[in-house]
């Protein structure tokens, strides 16, 4: 059954989230690989938007593809070829000496992609337990239990 | 570590301009997919900026900057599909056309029309329209004699009123029967330019 709102043109549905997916994906995946990750999670959403049928919840929908996106990406990441020990030729972008300092980057890198990503909705974009179940698809007492696990991982990394 | 804490790795205000070119590589990417069904542009004319939507079918509506643009936007993703995106490339044929035709370096436009937005009256009717050449002008009477349906002048109006294609399918050529320049739904300002572009008025 159709929502009571009607689906706006894509662009405007960009427009209106492209803000809190990026900042989403910067802290789920990490500022070099935002771009990437947010390409594929809206041209998947390009892909199934005429099929849409709840169009006040857009939002949301938007939301539970970055977080597949997310998790997928850092298995795929993980299953990668180790880098040989040959230097590139040319040197490797640098991202903002910001962004690489900061232990707490590595302490998100090293949580397993559920955790890390159920974090993230919990403590950066502060959603509540149900909203992330739903994100995720799963129950609300896996989301409390990722956040939970997740946030003590990163206390005790960061003691 | 405070769970706070986390915020300071997201990024605040910067996410807007980030998440903005992030964006735009999207739409180029999505356009060599073949996602985007709806392409839009926006151009600057002598009648004031111009949004300009094309499919794979071809033109399917010009809009003038004081119009309901959203609106505009919404039929198209109603009517036509809802992947409509700022794809300025895809529209690259249709606004070099319109550009040609400002500078008086074209006469008549050889872009495809998408006439979905376009219903079967109104079809007919802006066919006729179109038939009407540069330079040249037809009274609303005429139009209706020449889709078999004299009396219809009235009906002819509407359909030219509602032309979601207006310049490239010439509405503006049509006047009232004394030779009153009469009605435009981009306004008689408009309608007075174009006329003077093709010198059919002074």
Same mark, same amino acid.
């Given at each position: 059954?159709?929502?009571?709102?009607?689906?706006?043109?894509?662009?405007?549905?960009?427009?209106?989230?492209?803000?809190?997916?990026? +900042?989403?994906?910067?802290?789920?995946?990490?500022?070099?690989?935002?771009?990437?990750?947010?390409?594929?999670?809206?041209?998947?959403? #390009?892909?199934?938007?005429?099929?849409?049928?709840?169009?006040?919840?857009?939002?949301?929908?938007?939301?539970?593809?970055?977080?597949?996106?997310?998790?997928?990406?850092?298995?795929?990441?993980?299953?990668?070829?180790?880098?040989?020990?040959?230097?590139?030729?040319?040197?490797?972008?640098?991202?903002?000496? +910001?962004?690489?300092?900061?232990?707490?980057?590595?302490?998100?890198?090293?949580?397993?992609?559920?955790?890390?990503?159920?974090?993230?909705?919990?403590?950066? #974009?502060?959603?509540?337990?149900?909203?992330?179940?739903? #994100?995720?698809?799963?129950?609300?007492?896996?989301?409390?239990?990722?956040?939970?696990?997740?946030?003590?991982?990163?206390?005790? #990394?960061?003691? | 570590?405070?769970?706070?804490?986390?915020?300071?790795?997201?990024?605040?205000?910067?996410?807007?301009?980030?998440? /903005?070119? @992030?964006?735009?590589?999207? !739409?180029?990417?999505?356009?060599?997919?073949?996602?985007?069904?709806?392409?839009? @542009?926006?151009?600057?004319?002598?009648? =004031?900026?111009?949004?300009?939507?094309? !499919?794979?079918?071809?033109?399917?509506?010009?809009?003038?900057?004081? $119009?309901?643009? &959203? $609106?505009?936007?919404?039929?198209? !993703?109603?009517?036509?599909?809802? /992947?409509?995106?700022?794809?300025?490339?895809?529209? &690259?044929?249709?606004?070099?056309?319109? $550009?040609?035709?400002? %500078?008086?370096?074209?006469?008549?436009? &050889?872009?495809?029309?998408?006439?979905?937005?376009? =219903?079967?009256?109104?079809?007919?009717?802006?066919? @006729?329209?179109?038939?009407?050449?540069?330079?040249?002008?037809?009274?609303?009477?005429?139009?209706?004699?020449?889709? &078999?349906?004299?009396?219809?002048? %009235?009906?002819?109006? /509407?359909?030219?009123?509602?032309?979601?294609?207006?310049?490239?399918?010439?509405?503006?050529?049509?006047? =009232?029967?004394?030779?009153?320049?009469?009605?435009?739904?981009?306004?008689?300002?408009?309608?007075? !330019?174009?006329?003077?572009?093709?010198?059919?008025?002074?």
């Amino acid at each position: 059954m159709r929502g009571s709102t009607t689906l706006p043109p894509f662009q405007k549905f960009l427009e209106a989230n492209r803000a809190i997916v990026y +900042r989403f994906l910067t802290v789920a995946v990490g500022p070099q690989e935002a771009d990437d990750v947010f390409q594929e999670t809206f041209i998947a959403a #390009l892909r199934a938007y005429p099929r849409v049928r709840e169009a006040d919840k857009l939002d949301r929908w938007i939301l539970a593809i970055a977080s597949r996106k997310a998790i997928d990406h850092h298995r795929g990441a993980g299953r990668r070829p180790m880098p040989t020990d040959d230097p590139p030729e040319q040197p490797v972008h640098d991202p903002p000496v +910001r962004d690489t300092d900061d232990p707490l980057w590595a302490a998100v890198r090293s949580l397993p992609p559920r955790q890390r990503v159920a974090v993230v909705h919990r403590h950066v #974009l502060d959603r509540a337990y149900e909203e992330i179940a739903e #994100l995720m698809g799963c129950s609300e007492q896996t989301a409390r239990a990722n956040v939970y696990q997740g946030t003590k991982r990163l206390r005790e #990394l960061m003691a | 570590m405070n769970a706070n804490d986390l915020k300071r790795l997201a990024p605040g205000a910067e996410a807007r301009p980030a998440s /903005r070119l @992030a964006a735009d590589s999207l !739409t180029e990417r999505a356009a060599a997919e073949g996602l985007v069904d709806v392409a839009v @542009a926006t151009m600057d004319s002598p009648i =004031g900026e111009l949004q300009v939507a094309v !499919t794979s079918k071809g033109l399917v509506s010009i809009a003038f900057e004081d $119009e309901h643009r &959203d $609106e505009v936007l919404e039929r198209l !993703t109603r009517e036509v599909s809802p /992947r409509v995106l700022e794809a300025a490339a895809l529209t &690259d044929e249709a606004r070099r056309e319109l $550009e040609e035709y400002f %500078r008086a370096e074209r006469r008549r436009f &050889d872009l495809r029309i998408d006439r979905r937005l376009i =219903g079967e009256f109104a079809w007919n009717v802006l066919r @006729a329209t179109s038939r009407v050449g540069f330079g040249e002008l037809a009274t609303y009477g005429q139009i209706a004699q020449r889709i &078999d349906r004299p009396k219809a002048a %009235r009906a002819v109006g /509407r359909a030219l009123g509602s032309n979601p294609i207006p310049i490239v399918i010439p509405c503006h050529r049509v006047i =009232g029967a004394g030779g009153s320049l009469t009605g435009y739904a981009g306004g008689l300002p408009r309608k007075q !330019t174009l006329l003077r572009l093709e010198g059919s008025i002074l």
